[in-house]
């Protein structure tokens, strides 16, 4: 059956001057948004590379200040709301 089928394809390719597309695995990730994915070796050498950190030290100086202020946020909203419980 699928031998019909690839004569019928074949006939189609034939009568409209199409070439056969060939498996090309290099256009397969050009088409892709972004970056290219990583190989098995690119990625051990990357986490041998962080030594298993939790990723915070890779944060710029500003956003570390940043996400140390949002930390604080929250209980000094907690206290504040306490202290004007405790008025009334």
Known sequence: MEAEREDIRQSV????????KE???MMET???IGRKKKSPEELAAEAKGEGGGNGASALPAGLSDVTSKLGEGPSAI???????????
């Open 13 to 20: 390719r034939d009568k409209y001057k199409i070439k056969k």
């Open 30 to 32: 050009s088409g892709q």
């Open 23 to 25: 498996p090309d695995f």
């Open 78 to 88: 907690v206290s504040s709301v306490q202290e004007k419980c405790s008025l009334m």
